[in-house]
């Protein structure tokens, strides 16, 4: 838990770092990824959601402008991973995680939609960079996972009582 409240603030730090929207926001979503990894969900969840809105501290009106979409990709990438958890969410946490981006991208092309947003010209790369920063993460949460299962013991397997049955005579 403790690990967890340091990567949270961490989140924090990165919401408030006057730095572009986007090395912010792939930094808040790569840190709620490593909360997932060493605390669980509700570190990442924590870290995803409640972090980014510490980023209106910093008056930013390009981070006002692109938190739901912010918000909103990072609550799908943490529920992509949670739901598929395992090797399923390499395909669909970073799947998920994209949507909203995807969908602002071209329904701000839209006439009916047209809002100017401060992506810089580089929608794409945005997209891009989130992308995989999504997948390092699930990947980073699927390693730290199995390296935590192998260092386990085996309990009631015969190989861990010596070669005996737990509970057998000697």
Do not use: T
């Not at 403790?2 to 572009?20: K, Y």
């Not at 980023?55 to 981070?63: E, I, K, M, S, V």
């Not at 386990?152 to 397997?157: Q, R």
Request: hydrophobic residues 60%; contains cysteine; aromatic residues 10%.
């Amino acid at each position: 838990m403790v690990v967890g409240l340091f990567l949270f603030l961490a989140a924090v730090l990165c919401a408030v770092v006057p730095l572009p929207p986007v090395v912010r926001s792939a930094a808040i979503l790569f840190l709620s990824y490593a909360a997932f990894s060493f605390s669980g969900f509700g570190a990442a969840l924590l870290a995803g959601l409640v972090a980014p809105a510490a980023g209106l501290l910093a008056g930013d009106a390009d981070w006002l402008v692109m938190l739901p979409i912010i918000l909103s990709s990072n609550l799908l990438a943490l529920l992509g991973l949670d739901l598929g958890w395992r090797y399923a969410a390499v395909v669909i946490s970073p799947v998920v995680q994209a949507a909203p981006q995807l969908v602002s991208i071209v329904l701000s092309r839209k006439e009916l939609f047209l809002v100017d947003l401060p992506w810089d010209g580089g929608a794409s790369s945005w997209l891009l960079l989130h992308l995989l920063v999504s997948l390092f993460g699930v990947l980073l949460a699927l390693f730290f996972d199995r390296r935590a299962q192998r260092r386990m013991p085996a309990a009631g397997l015969p190989e861990a009582a010596g070669g005996q049955e737990p509970g057998a005579a000697a």
